[in-house]
């Protein structure tokens, strides 16, 4: 039974997808819960101060990452939610072929998680909500101030899995060496 298992994985019959669709769907929820959270609680433009380079803020993002075509006149939303559901369908057919190779699949899996979380938020808003906001002062301003822009969970699960992406391409390259 158990090379059974193991082959049912190499075939990529989606035996062992369950896992990573699970992980994804746990990093979906937790995104829509905290955006729920600031939705319920703050109004748009509102933000509390937590420490001196974070804050807690209520932000509507109608683009992409770091706010691209923010102000492109609303088509972009459909553009991002089909962007959004491509990558879904893709990400599915990859982990359903490569379920035993588990970097690879945490990365695809984090990133099919934040994907659908925006989504949702496209779907449900017409933008994404974004709280999360980064700041710094460096020489209390004097040299360089900057700001990072405001993000979420989802946002914060698709840059990791890019970089486990890119951490199992490097790892992956260096066992063929």
Same mark, same amino acid.
């Given at each position: 039974?158990a090379?059974?298992?193991?082959q049912?994985? #190499?075939?990529?019959?989606?035996?062992?997808?369950?896992?990573?669709?699970?992980?994804?769907?746990?990093?979906?929820?937790?995104?829509?819960?905290?955006?729920?959270?600031?939705?319920?609680?703050?109004?748009?433009?509102?933000?509390?101060?937590i420490?001196?380079?974070?804050?807690?803020? #209520?932000?509507?993002?109608?683009?992409?990452?770091?706010?691209?075509?923010?102000?492109?006149?609303?088509?972009?939303?459909?553009?991002?939610?089909?962007?959004?559901?491509?990558?879904?369908?893709?990400?599915v057919?990859?982990? #359903?072929?490569?379920?035993?190779?588990?970097?690879?699949?945490?990365?695809l899996?984090?990133?099919?998680?934040?994907?659908?979380?925006?989504v949702?938020?496209?779907?449900?808003?017409?933008?994404?909500?974004?709280?999360?906001?980064?700041?710094?002062?460096?020489?209390?301003?004097?040299?360089?101030?900057?700001?990072f822009?405001?993000?979420?969970?989802?946002?914060?699960a698709?840059?990791?899995?890019?970089?486990?992406?890119?951490?199992?391409?490097?790892? #992956?390259?260096?066992?063929?060496?």
């Amino acid at each position: 039974m158990a090379g059974a298992s193991a082959q049912a994985g #190499r075939t990529g019959t989606g035996t062992d997808i369950w896992p990573w669709l699970a992980w994804a769907a746990v990093l979906m929820v937790a995104d829509q819960a905290t955006k729920a959270l600031i939705l319920n609680h703050y109004q748009l433009g509102d933000a509390t101060y937590i420490t001196s380079f974070f804050n807690i803020v #209520r932000a509507h993002n109608m683009g992409a990452a770091f706010s691209f075509l923010q102000d492109a006149g609303g088509w972009q939303r459909w553009l991002f939610t089909g962007i959004g559901l491509v990558a879904t369908v893709f990400i599915v057919w990859q982990l #359903r072929a490569h379920p035993g190779q588990k970097l690879f699949s945490f990365a695809l899996s984090s990133i099919l998680g934040g994907a659908v979380g925006n989504v949702v938020d496209r779907l449900m808003h017409g933008y994404v909500v974004d709280f999360l906001d980064f700041h710094w002062d460096v020489l209390a301003g004097i040299f360089y101030r900057g700001h990072f822009p405001a993000f979420n969970l989802a946002d914060t699960a698709i840059s990791v899995g890019a970089v486990c992406l890119i951490l199992d391409e490097l790892l #992956r390259m260096r066992r063929e060496r």
